[in-house]
């Protein structure tokens, strides 16, 4: 009767910290991007991280002063990009982007995307923070 219970404790315990992870790693818009700081960046994309909860996209935008700085642009999960039209070959290394977005509220070189329109006019569209994010 002891063991079953230990092993029932240790269960419970399992699922609670898996749980707790699961909410730790995955956020609000409100909690990490501010509304009221929108972004405009153009830059070269340097990678793409197909990945859930939220995929990445990185980018090298000059600044005012000439610096190369690298963006991190959190957009949906990748199959939510998928079913919005996004495709893994629409993103090489190289391709230069213009980006409209939410700066994280920490002031890093992070944003949350809401559009992307490459050099020859094509858009992606991500979404606005009223969406749900998944």
Known sequence: MRSSLAVSLAIAGSIW????????AHHSFAAQFDRD???????????MKWSNPHAWIYIDVV???????????ETR????????GWRR??????SKLEVDGWQARNG????SIKTVIFADGRSLFV????QSAQ
């Open 108 to 111: 890093t070189p992070t944003a």
């Open 37 to 47: 700081r929108p972004v405009e960046l153009m830059g070269t994309v340097t990678e």
């Open 127 to 130: 979404g606005s923070p009223e």
């Open 89 to 94: 070959e629409d993103l090489p290394v190289g």
């Open 63 to 73: 600044d005012a002063d000439g610096k190369v700085v690298n963006w991190a642009l």
């Open 17 to 24: 910290a898996i749980a707790a992870v699961n909410a730790y």
């Open 77 to 84: 999960a990748a199959n939510n990009l998928i079913r919005l």
